[in-house]
Every structure is written in C-alpha cells, then in structure tokens.
C-alpha cells in the first residue's frame, strides 16, 4: 500500500485545517487508518486513529478538537483539526494496517506509512 497525505500547512491558533491520506495498491483490505505526528525532538506519537468499522481513537490532548474519518469506499482517511493550538505543531503521518492475502489460506498483516506533511501553528 501507497499512502499519499496532503493538507499541512501554518495556520494562527484557533484555526483549523484539514489532513488527508489516500491508499493505493494492490492489497485485499485495509483494517485501520490513522495519523501520527512527532514534533522536533520529539518520538512519533499517535493522534488519532479509525478501524474499517468505524471505531475511533483519539489521544486525549486532541479529543473535542479533531476529528478523523474513513471513506472505505475511496481508501482514504481525513483528520479535521480544529482549534488548534501551538503544541499541535508538528510532522503529522497518516498510517495504514492492511492485509495482503497469499495463496488461499494465508494472510499477511503490513503496516505502511505516508510521507509527512508539515503543520505549523503560531500563537
């Protein structure tokens, strides 16, 4: 799997902006999609995160604030960020746990990761 992320950006705080990552390739589904970030100096940590039925996952400093959603349909997630706020800045990466089916019997779990995109937030 492919993962395309487009939507970073600079923005004041109080603003909003929009993530999106698109999947492609050949795969036989995808079973979650989610979107880290790591800020300088700082580890990758998740954001927010949404299963292929729809259960979601936030961390707690974004809950009330972004909201994430998945097109099955189209393979793509999308994280609305609202009120966003300085800390926010950040490489976010949007990721995918997908499986590749080989031969009849067997399943391969993947995870595959997009290229960052840059949010910057200025107070």
């Known amino acids: 799997v492919q993962l395309q992320a487009s939507g970073g950006g600079s923005v004041q705080a109080g603003g909003s902006l929009t993530l999106s990552c698109v999947a492609s390739?050949?795969?036989?589904?995808?079973?979650?999609m989610g979107w880290y970030r790591q800020a300088a100096g700082k580890q990758r940590d998740l954001v927010a995160d949404?299963?292929?039925?729809?259960?979601?996952n936030y961390v707690d400093s974004v809950k009330g604030r972004f909201t994430i959603s998945m097109d099955n349909a189209k393979n793509t997630v999308t994280l609305q960020m609202n009120n966003l706020k300085s800390e926010d800045t950040a490489v976010y990466y949007c990721?995918?746990?997908?499986?590749?089916?080989?031969?009849?019997?067997?399943?391969?779990?993947?995870?595959?990761w997009g290229q960052g995109t840059l949010v910057t937030v200025s107070s």
């Open positions: 990721n995918a746990d997908w499986i590749r089916k080989i031969g009849d019997d067997y399943e391969l779990p993947l995870r595959s």
């Open positions: 390739g050949n795969f036989s589904r995808i079973n979650d």
């Open positions: 949404i299963s292929s039925g729809g259960v979601v």
